[in-house]
C-alpha cells in the first residue's frame, strides 16, 4: 500500500530507562573486531514497535552534540569517517562524554546515516576505559552492522556477546533484523526462544512478528497473533492496532479496517495518533472514498504534537495522491512558517506531490527554491523532475538538470542513470541507453538498487526491434553480475523476472507498513 516518500518518518518519543544506566559488565568489543569490509546491506531501521529501551541521555541539555553531529554529517570527504571528527574535536580540547556522543548517534540514525553512527560507536569501543557499555548499546551496535554490514554480520556481533548482555533488546534487536530482511524462518525460531526465555511478555516482539507477517502479506497471521495476545492479557499499544488496521486496509476492506477502529476506541488505554489516521486515509484514498480520507487528513493535523516535521511530510504525500494541489500548498506554508529550516526530505515530498497532481511549473519553482538553501545536493529530489520530464518527453530537460547536478558536486545515483537510459531508449538511441546502463550498475550503492522491469523490457525490445543482440545481451551480462535479477529461461520475449522482487524504485510513495516500522527511529 503505497503512501510516502521513503525519505523517511520518525517520531520523537522518549523512551529514556534510567535502568539502562544500572551496573552491567563493561562491553568492550575486541579492536581487532571490523565489519567495515563487508559489502552486504540491508535497509531496516529499529522502530518504536520494537524499542527495548534506551539510555538516559535525552533529558539532558544538548550542549556539544548538535555541533559534533553538524560536523560529522557536513564532512567534506565522508570516506575518513566519523572517527577523524571526533579526534579532531578532542585535540581541540573538548572531551566528548557518553551522553553526547549516544546523542550524536541517535540524530545520525534519524537521517539514516548508519554508518558514520556505527563509526561513532566503534570510536567508543576503543576507548573502553571511558566508556561503560549496556545491553541498550549493544542492541543500538547490532541494529547498525545489519543495516551497514548485513544481517550475517550482525548475527556474528550476536554470538559474540557475552551472555550477560544478551537480554531482551539485544534478542529484540535481532528479531526486527531478520523482519526487516523478511527471513521468516530465522526470525520465527528466534521468536519461540523469546517466549521460552520469558522475553516475549509485551506488545513490541508480537508487533514486529505482525509487521512481517503483513509484509508477506500472510494476514491471518496477523489475526492470530492479535488473539495470542489476547489470550495472553498482553495489552496492544497503539502501534499493535495500528499494524492491524493497515493488515485490514492491506486486503482491501474498509469495513474491517473501521471495525479494528471502534475497537482501539474501545480501548481505554489507547489515544489513537497522527499515524492512525494516516494509515486510515491511505486505505480510503486506494479505495476511492475520497472524503473519508479527507477527513482523515483533517485528524492527522489535529495530532500533530511537538515540532516534529514527519506529519506534515505525509500530509503533502497524501494530498498529493488526492489530488488537492491548494491543500498541498496550505500545508507547506504551515510547514516552512513552523520550522525555520526545510530538510531535504521535506523538499522531496512537496516536489514529488506537485509531480503528482500535475503542477510542473510550482515543482520547478521548489526546486529552484531548494536548490538555493541544500546543504547538500540530494540527487534524489532532482531525479524526481528528471524521471517527470523524460516522461513528458523533455529529455532534454532532463539532462540539463542532470548536468546542473553534476556542476553542483552532486553524485548521480543509479536512479539517475535508469531515468537517463529511460529516456535515450525513447529516443531510440541504444548506445547511449547501453552507457547509461552501465552508469547505473557501477554507481555508489548500486546493491540497494533494483532496476524497474517495465525499463528493461523497453529496452530489450528496442535491442530486438533494430536487431541489436548485442546490446541486449551487454545488458543481460550487467544484470548477472549484479547478483540481483535472473531471467526467465533463455529471455523469451520481453519478460524479466527479478528475484527479489520487482519495484519500479519511483519512490514517490512507499509501503504503508514503513510508517509502521520506522517511528521512533532510534528509540532502542
Known amino acids: 500500500m503505497l503512501l510516502q516518500p521513503s525519505l523517511h518518518h520518525h517520531t520523537k518519543v522518549s523512551l529514556s530507562s534510567t535502568q539502562a544506566y544500572s551496573i552491567i559488565p563493561r562491553f568492550n568489543r575486541p579492536k581487532t573486531l571490523s565489519f567495515r569490509k563487508s559489502q552486504v546491506t540491508v535497509t531496516c531501521s529499529i522502530s518504536q ?163 512481517l507477517y503483513m509484509n508477506l502479506k500472510e494476514h491471518d497471521k496477523v489475526e492470530s497473533i492479535v488473539s495470542e495476545m489476547m489470550q495472553k492479557n498482553i495489552q496492544l499499544d497503539t502501534y499493535s492496532y495500528n499494524i492491524w488496521l493497515s493488515s485490514c486496509g492491506s486486503q482491501g476492506s474498509a469495513e474491517r479496517m473501521e471495525h479494528v477502529f471502534e475497537q482501539m476506541k474501545q480501548d481505554r488505554t ?35 504534537t511537538g515540532r516534529d516535521r514527519i506529519p506534515y511530510h505525509y500530509l503533502l504525500s497524501l494530498y498529493g495522491s488526492v489530488g488537492n494541489k ?86 548521480p545515483n543509479s536512479i539517475t542513470w535508469e531515468i537517463l537510459a529511460e529516456g535515450h531508449t525513447g529516443e531510440r538511441r541504444i548506445s547511449e541507453a547501453l552507457s547509461c546502463w552501465k552508469e547505473a550498475y557501477a554507481a555508489v550503492g548500486s546493491n540497494k538498487w533494483k532496476a524497474k522491469p517495465a525499463s528493461i523490457a523497453a529496452f530489450f525490445k528496442l535491442c530486438e526491434d533494430e536487431a541489436d543482440m548485442e546490446s541486449k545481451e551487454a545488458l543481460v551480462e550487467l544484470m548477472r553480475q549484479s547478483h540481483v535479477g535472473s531471467f526467465d529461461g533463455a529471455l523469451i520475449g520481453n519478460k524479466v523476472s527479478i528475484v527479489n522482487g520487482e519495484t519500479d524504485n519511483d519512490n514517490d510513495e512507499i509501503e504503508n507498513e514503513e510508517v509502521l516500522l520506522n517511528q521512533g527511529q532510534g528509540s532502542i
Open 270 to 304: 489507547i489515544n489513537p495518533n497522527w499515524t492512525t489516521f494516516s494509515t486510515m486515509a491511505t486505505v480510503y484514498i486506494k479505495l476511492g472514498q475520497l472524503d473519508k480520507a479527507l477527513d482523515c487528513l483533517k485528524k492527522v493535523e489535529s495530532r500533530i
Open 49 to 211: 514497535i520494537h524499542s527495548y529501551g534506551t539510555m538516559d541521555y535525552e533529558r539532558r541539555p544538548a550542549i556539544k552534540w548538535n555541533a559534533v553531529y553538524k560536523r560529522i554529517s557536513l564532512m567534506e570527504k565522508p570516506e575518513l569517517g566519523a572517527a577523524s571528527v571526533l579526534n579532531q574535536w578532542e585535540k581541540e580540547g573538548q572531551m566528548l562524554s557518553k551522553w553526547e556522543l549516544c546523542r550524536v548517534v541517535k540524530e545520525l540514525r534519524k537521517y539514516k546515516r548508519h554508518e558514520h553512527a556505527l563509526e561513532v560507536y566503534e570510536w567508543m569501543n576503543n576507548r573502553g576505559e571511558r566508556f561503560r557499555f549496556s545491553s541498550s548499546d549493544a542492541a543500538i551496535q547490532l541494529d547498525l552492522i545489519a543495516k551497514v554490514h548485513g544481517v550475517s554480520s550482525a548475527e556474528d556481533f550476536f554470538t559474540r556477546l557475552h551472555d550477560s548482555l544478551k537480554d531482551k533488546r539485544i534478542y529484540g534487536a535481532l528479531l526486527n533484523a531478520y523482519v526487516r530482511a523478511t527471513i521468516r524462518e530465522k526470525a520465527e525460531s528466534l521468536f519461540d526462544d523469546m517466549r521460552s526465555k520469558g522475553y516475549a511478555t509485551h506488545h513490541l516482539p508480537f508487533n514486529v512478528m505482525m509487521t
Open 326 to 411: 491548494d491543500e498541498i500548498y496550505r500545508v507547506w506554508n504551515i510547514y516552512k512558517t513552523i520550522f525555520l529550516s526545510v530538510p531535504n526530505m521535506g523538499y522531496h515530498g512537496m516536489i514529488s506531490s506537485l509531480i503528482r497532481v500535475g503542477d510542473a511549473e510550482g515543482a520547478e519553482k521548489i526546486y529552484e527554491e531548494w536548490l538555493a538553501v541544500k546543504s547538500a545536493f540530494d540527487p534524489r529530489i532532482a531525479n524526481l523532475l528528471m524521471s517527470w520530464h523524460v516522461k513528458d518527453g523533455n529529455l532534454d530537460r532532463a539532462e540539463s538538470i542532470f548536468n546542473e547536478m553534476l556542476e553542483m558536486g552532486g553524485k
